[in-house]
C-alpha cells in the first residue's frame, strides 16, 4: 500500500507502520533509522544498526515496539500531527499489544520506560490467556446441550486490557496511558465506543481516543467487569481535572 490516505485501510498495527513509511518516502529503513536514534538521543554505530533491524521487524509484524519507541515513530513520522490518524495508530497498537504479539526483543535497543502508570498497565501472558480461553471454550462445549457453544463474547472474556480508573495521571508528551475505563450497565458487555464517547470532556493537555475493550475492578458488580478503555494521548504540556463517568482525575502532562 503506498499512497496518501491508504494507512485508513490498515487493520493491523504493523501495516499501519509500513503505510505511513511509505507515504514518507521510507521504502528502505535507512534513514528513518537515522532519525530514530537522533529523536533518542544515541547515534551510535551499533544504535543505527538495531534501529535498523527493529525496523524491519516491526513493519513486517514479527515484532512491535516498546513504548519508548512507539512514542518515537510517532513523533518522527508526525503522526501527533494528524489526530484522526493519531486515535488509529493509539488503538491498533493496543489491540497489538493485548492481544499477545510479542514487543522487540532486542533489550539493548531501547530505554526503560519512564512513566509509571504506563508501566502498570498489565498485559496478560500470551501462553496463560491462550490457556484460559481453551479452558473456557472446552468448558463451554462439555456444558451446551449439543456439545456445540456460540462463540464467546469477546467484552466478556478478554482480560489483556487493564482499563483502570488512574487518578492522578502524570506523563510527558507523546505518551499515551490509559486513565479509565466505561463499563457496561447492569455490569453487562462493554458498551461501543460511540456510547462511551458521549460522555467525554474535552481536554486542553490532550486527546481522549478508544483504548480498545478489557476489563476493570467494579465494587458495584464485586468484581472484574468488561469495559471500553480510555486512552489519554498527552499533547501539550500543562495541568487540568476532569471528571470521567464521575470520577474525578488530575492531569500533568510535562516537555
Known amino acids: 500500500m503506498g499512497g496518501s490516505g491508504d494507512w485508513a485501510a490498515c487493520e493491523t498495527w504493523h501495516e499501519l507502520l509500513d503505510a505511513l513509511c511509505i507515504e514518507k518516502g521510507h521504502l528502505d529503513n ?3 533509522a537515522d532519525q530514530l536514534c537522533s529523536a533518542a538521543g544515541n547515534t551510535s554505530q551499533a ?6 533491524k527493529n525496523l524491519r521487524n516491526w513493519r513486517q ?5 516498546r513504548r519508548r519507541n512507539f512514542v518515537l515513530l510517532a513523533k518522527v513520522l508526525n503522526v501527533n ?3 484522526d490518524l493519531l486515535e488509529h495508530w493509539n488503538r491498533l497498537y493496543v489491540e497489538a499489544k493485548s492481544g499477545g504479539e510479542n ?3 532486542n533489550a539493548s535497543s531501547e530505554a526503560p520506560p519512564h512513566d509509571a502508570h504506563w508501566s502498570k498497565r498489565r498485559f496478560r501472558v500470551p501462553g496463560i490467556a491462550l490457556a484460559a480461553s481453551a479452558v473456557t471454550l472446552l468448558a463451554a462445549w462439555w456444558l451446551w446441550p449439543h456439545g456445540f457453544a456460540p462463540a464467546p463474547d469477546p467484552a466478556a472474556t478478554f482480560e489483556g ?14 505518551d499515551a496511558v490509559i486513565i479509565h475505563g466505561a463499563r457496561g450497565n447492569e455490569c453487562g458487555p462493554a458498551p461501543s465506543w460511540d456510547s462511551a464517547r458521549e460522555l467525554l470532556p474535552t481536554l486542553v493537555t490532550g486527546t481522549l481516543t478508544d483504548g480498545g475493550v478489557g476489563t476493570r475492578l467494579s465494587r458495584q458488580c ?7 478503555a480510555i486512552l489519554f494521548t498527552a499533547a501539550k ?15 500533568r502532562v510535562e516537555p
Open 237 to 251: 504540556v500543562g495541568t487540568e481535572q476532569i471528571s470521567l463517568y464521575g470520577d474525578e482525575i488530575h492531569i
Open 81 to 83: 500531527e494528524r489526530p
Open 161 to 174: 486490557v487493564q482499563a483502570e480508573y488512574v487518578r492522578n495521571v502524570s506523563v510527558q508528551v507523546g
Open 47 to 52: 544504535a543505527f544498526d538495531t534501529a535498523v
Open 103 to 105: 514487543d522487540d526483543d
Open 61 to 65: 509484524g514479527v515484532h512491535i515496539p
Open 30 to 32: 535507512m534513514a528513518l
Open 222 to 228: 464485586g468484581g472484574r467487569v468488561p469495559a471500553r
